[in-house]
């Protein structure tokens, strides 16, 4: 019974740990183009939560609701990007790191005012009941986490790998200068980044929302796992913070079944430090080698 | 075709372009020589966009392009191989080489239907590219990297095209190889601007040449009115002198 349980907490752990790597696979898309990541990644998360359960309460159906919330993450991305990163880049300053912290609080605030202090149910016409597979219990809401995350990441892969314009991306990423003399606009494919990143947060919304509840702290700890899921496998690293983000999300669950839920974000704060000190490039992080 | 009027440009405070002006008529080669830290590559860069410049003008094809973004400038219709040519390491050959249309091509699909006449002639150009297509560019040698940025530049047709040190870091035989086709390129017409250390090379295949010392032009003329500058040659060709 025993073994079970621990079985039990390490694929719920897993499936959490899916939604950090998504999170985290959305700070590498800025940090490839940009060299910049919006640490405000998680109200965008929350923010389009609230707009899709607003939606929803508007009466429009699951799949229109979930495109229209995309778009919606798509946008404010943009916008992070025209009023937050772009000023700073163009400067050639850091100060994209306050500034995108700014934009987080701000929409904070707004959105503790426009829809309240509240944790709020978000309905999902995707059942919770759960089923056994092998004496382990798993929800259809659990499942269509894991479908979200690999389609959505799968798609943005395919992009890359298969159009001209995700070529390009790849481009600015290996070398801006470069792409700039083929033609390519590196402010251009800077914005396409953040402009796809803010999807991705958008489906973590959607996809955890159910699991959740929505609400304006509901993402807070969240980008700080998914950050430290980005550092420790590396920010230019595409598919190794899916296996990184697993992880975590076990020894998370492991952490709070054996020790205690008060302690629960103690493992990933540990990997965070462990990875800054001795490996900053991450596991399957390229080293960098700077020519001055 | 490429016209610069008393360029200024630099990095920060320090001033290194200090008032550069040269043409390079269609189809002509000209070559612009000069000791390291002449500021030849910072007057390619600065045609290109890549620097911005103080003051001073370029003109392609009688359009100023000063100022703008390197993308625009590269849309106008200029290439840039670059110096250290800077090849998109982790992508292919290939990959390499569509990007290098990339402004005249579709940016989701069929753009590599519509860019075949043209990887078709690079691969013309560079046989040993074609049999390595399919590698990631990093893994290419020096040499082949080299022929990968001449073939990206050309993908785009440009009207102009700014060649940066082509043998930079090669060895003998592979520098024979890329002069080889910089003269096929000046027999199919192409407009070059040539930045070379070796002004030895340089000069045998140029129409016409600059030689630029601490960030100016101090000497200009056809290769054969360079050779008879005896004083040019002293000061400023020393490899060239000891040759001549």
Known sequence: MDQIMVFQMMVSGAFMGLVYALVAYGFQLTYATGKSINFGQGELVMVSAFICLSLTNLGLPYGIMVLLGLLCGALLGLFVERSAVRLAL??????????????????????????????????????????????????????????????????????????????????????????????????????????????VAAMAGVLISPITTVGPTMASALVLKAFSVAVVAGLDSGFGVVAVGIFLGILESLTSYYIGSGWREVPGLTLLILALALRPTGIFGKAVIRKV | MLIVKNLHAGYGTSEVLTGVSLAVKQGALVALIGPNGAGKTTTMRAISGLVKPARGEVFIDGRPVQGMDASRIARLGLAHSPEGRKVFGTLTVEDNLLLGAYSNLPKFFGFRKKSAKDLERVYDLFPLLKNRHLQSAGTLSGGEQQMLAIGRALMANPKVMLMDEPSMGLAPVIIE???????????????????????????????????????????????????????????????????V
Do not use: C
């Open chain 1, 90 to 199: 163009e400067q050639k300053s850091e100060g994209w790191i306050l500034l995108t912290i700014i934009l987080g609080l701000l929409f904070f605030s707004v959105s503790e005012n426009i829809w309240g202090r509240d944790d709020r149910p978000f309905p999902t016409p995707i059942s919770s009941d759960a089923f056994q597979v092998f004496g382990i219990s798993v929800t259809p809401v659990e499942i269509s986490v894991a479908i979200g995350v690999f389609f959505i990441m799968g798609l943005i892969e395919l992009f890359k790998r298969q159009t001209l314009l995700g070529k390009a991306f790849e481009a600015v990423s290996t070398d801006r200068d470069a792409a700039e003399l083929m033609g390519i606009s590196a402010n251009r494919t800077v914005m396409l980044s953040y402009a796809i990143s803010g999807v």
């Open chain 2, 177 to 243: 190889e890329v002069f080889t086709i910089i003269r096929r390129l000046k027999k199919e017409g192409i407009t070059l601007l040539l930045v070379e250390q070796i002004a030895k090379r340089a000069l045998e295949v140029a129409d016409f040449a600059y030689v630029m010392e601490r960030g100016h032009i101090v000497a200009e003329g056809t290769p054969a009115e360079l050779h008879k500058n005896e004083s040019v040659l002293e000061a400023y060709l020393g490899e060239v002198s000891s040759v």
